[in-house]
């Protein structure tokens, strides 16, 4: 195992680990802030609110993620309409692409968790807001949806570290993320064990950071719904 190589890499792999982390934190910020509108109108009563957003959310769910970043790179370029359009310039990064799949994938599972935690809050905190006069829309921006939040912590921790593991496939439209440095780095030396454990090891690191982070949140904002002794 040539320790040297990667130690003489590591510049790299953090250079690597930069880029991971902006387009994570890009795709879940922007998938997050989509969401939240989506999910209230997969919980609204009416078909017409939550038919479009559950056949959202049933295709990218049901669709692979390198499938969807390769649509949006490779296969919008073939129609000369997007070629001439006033988005070819972002269509044909890299980069935009890339951030637009992430946070497309991430928009469609968070409206789902969202959409459940939504559904998990007791009726009878519903009941309560609107026996203090608030109307439905108050009782939602000021009940239902802080307390859907909350709820939704430890499955939307999941959802971040599946979306970081994710972002790896930023390496196959050029994008040089962590992955992207090991194939590079395996591609000058012929040591694929040593660049991508290194690369592992990266991404396990980031993984440990925000788990432990979402514990942390887990433990202040979950407290008032852990049974009391």
Not at 6 to 18: I, N, R, T
Not at 98 to 127: D, Q, S
Not at 140 to 157: E, G, K, N, Q
Request: aromatic share 10%; proline share 5%; glycine share 6%.
């Amino acid at each position: 195992m040539n320790v040297q190589v990667m130690w003489d890499s590591l510049p790299q792999y953090a250079a690597g680990a930069v880029t991971t982390l902006q387009l994570l934190v890009l795709a879940l910020a922007i998938g997050l802030a989509a969401a939240l509108p989506l999910a209230v109108l997969r919980s609204l009563p009416s078909a017409w609110a939550w038919r479009p957003v559950w056949g959202f959310t049933y295709v990218i769910r049901g669709t692979p993620l390198l499938v969807q970043l390769f649509l949006l790179y490779y296969g919008l370029a073939q129609f000369e309409v997007v070629r001439a359009s006033a988005l070819w310039p972002l269509l044909k990064s890299a980069w935009f692409c890339a951030v637009a799949a992430f946070a497309i994938n991430t928009c469609a599972y968070t409206t789902e968790i969202l959409h459940g935690a939504i559904k998990a809050v007791p009726a009878g905190e519903v009941e309560a807001a609107r026996a203090l006069g608030m109307g439905r829309w108050q009782a939602l921006r000021r009940i239902v949806l802080p307390s859907a939040l909350r709820r939704c912590l430890p499955a939307y921790s999941n959802e971040v570290v599946l979306m970081l593991h994710g972002t790896a496939l930023a390496s196959v439209v050029t994008l040089h993320d962590l992955t992207g440095v090991a194939r590079e780095v395996n591609s000058v030396h012929y040591l694929p064990f040593e660049a991508f454990i290194t690369a592992a090891l990266c991404y396990l690191l980031i993984t440990v950071v925000l788990v432990g982070a979402f514990q942390l949140a887990e433990r202040r904002w979950l407290r008032p719904f852990l049974p009391r002794a």
